[in-house]
């Protein structure tokens, strides 16, 4: 098509003007994208200067805290079966009228907390490692931080340390810790196996480590009860019972009573329990604290076996025999996850040695796997 042809085929405008052709994109004026990215902009800007000047991602939350059940020690001793409702359905509780004093309790923290303040040198040598006794480091990185555990009479190869109050404190504990024992027994309907006033047959060890800010396990030991003293207000605990994480935040002057691992098995799965210890939580600008349990165990030479106490019929035992025998030759079965009350019968978990155990749980540190469900152990 010609110039003049083109030009013919154009609209005409009033006033004899003849229009432009529309512009192509290229030739297209930048103005408009201009003015609206600047809008844009602003429009963004206005906005940012509205939001909180503290506006940040949200944390990540610890579990809520929550008052353990109460428990006089008083009216446990008239009425044992009281002590079986906290123990089979939380596996922790508070015990309140006891006989152990605060101002001892306090005196054996200060002692407690001067351990911490030796030079690494010094920690070993007057606490030699003898597993479990001993210094404890934080060499391998696993974020648990020192910790001591000393048997009931706070041994040390130090003649320079006095820790009275420490040795008076544990064993204050442990002849609470005996008595919920027996009154654990008794509710449950089976005898005690550690006996009352024979040594040989028990064994106690007191824990001293330090608080973390998150939820932490930390090393234990297998053992029947775990005692820890509320010294003051606000001290959290957390702990990893058989539900889950849970925050506790027991009154002061109380003792925070966890079932144990030996417990459970002793009971035949009657009791829930708390795998290792409750660990202290830091507060909010607190920079040190300390926990302080009671472990009421086996005698840790032990050679004995852990099993089921608790009476079960002769149908069950017979086919629990059986079972046995078809599990050592088979190398054990499964475990009872996904199990309903009503679907678990018998014996539901096998004799163990207590000394293989315990190094395992000890060693392996499977903190968020339950230490007893494991093929051998644990039956169905």
């Known amino acids: ?57 949200p944390k990540r939350r610890s579990p809520p805290s929550t008052c353990p059940p109460s428990v006089s020690l008083s009216d446990v001793q008239a009425n044992p ?39 690494r040198h010094q920690k070993e040598s007057f606490f030699p490692k003898c597993w479990p006794l001993g210094f404890e480091g934080d060499d391998d990185g696993d974020s648990l931080g020192e910790s001591f555990c000393l048997d009931s009479s706070c041994s040390t190869e130090s003649t320079e340390l006095c820790l009275t109050s ?5 064993r204050a504990l442990e002849k609470v810790g005996m008595e919920i024992v027996e009154l654990l027994c008794r509710s449950a309907g089976f005898e005690n196996p550690l006996g009352k006033d024979d040594p040989t047959r028990f064994s106690s060890m007191m824990w001293i480590s330090e608080g973390k800010k998150s939820p932490m396990v930390g090393r234990f030991y297998p ?15 957390s702990l990893l019972a058989d539900s889950g994480w849970v925050s506790v935040l027991p009154p002061v002057e109380s003792i925070l009573v966890t079932i144990g691992d030996i417990a459970q098995v002793w009971s035949n799965g009657k009791f829930k329990k708390v795998r290792g210890r409750a660990v202290a939580c830091l507060g909010e ?90 093929k051998g152990w644990h039956m169905i």
């Open 81 to 119: 079966s009281t002590l079986f409702s906290s123990s089979s359905q939380l596996g922790f509780f508070q015990l309140t009228n006891h006989s152990v004093l605060s101002q001892l309790a306090n005196s054996a923290e200060s002692e407690a907390l001067s351990l911490f303040d030796l030079p």
């Open 1 to 57: 098509m010609s110039s003049s042809a083109y030009k013919q085929q154009l609209p005409n405008m009033p006033g004899g003007a003849t229009s432009a052709p529309p512009p192509t994109p290229s030739t297209q004026p930048n103005n408009l994208l201009s003015t609206s990215s600047g809008a844009t902009a602003d429009a963004l800007s206005r906005l940012l200067h509205r939001l909180p000047p503290t506006l940040s991602l």
């Open 223 to 237: 053992h029947v009860v775990g005692l820890q003293y509320q010294i003051r207000s606000g001290q959290k605990y």
């Open 285 to 374: 600008g607190e920079c040190r604290c300390i926990s302080m349990s009671l472990l009421v165990t086996l005698p840790i030479d032990s050679t004995s076996r852990v099993g089921p106490l608790v009476p079960i019929s002769a149908v069950d035992n017979g086919d629990d025999e059986d079972r046995n025998d078809r599990d050592d030759d088979d190398g054990g079965d499964q475990n009872l996850n996904g199990k309903s009350d009503g679907e678990k019968k018998g014996r539901l978990f096998k004799s163990f040695s207590l000394e293989d155990y315990a190094w395992r749980v000890y060693h392996e540190r499977l903190f968020l796997k339950d230490p007893l469900d494991r």
């Open 166 to 170: 420490l040795r008076e404190f544990t």
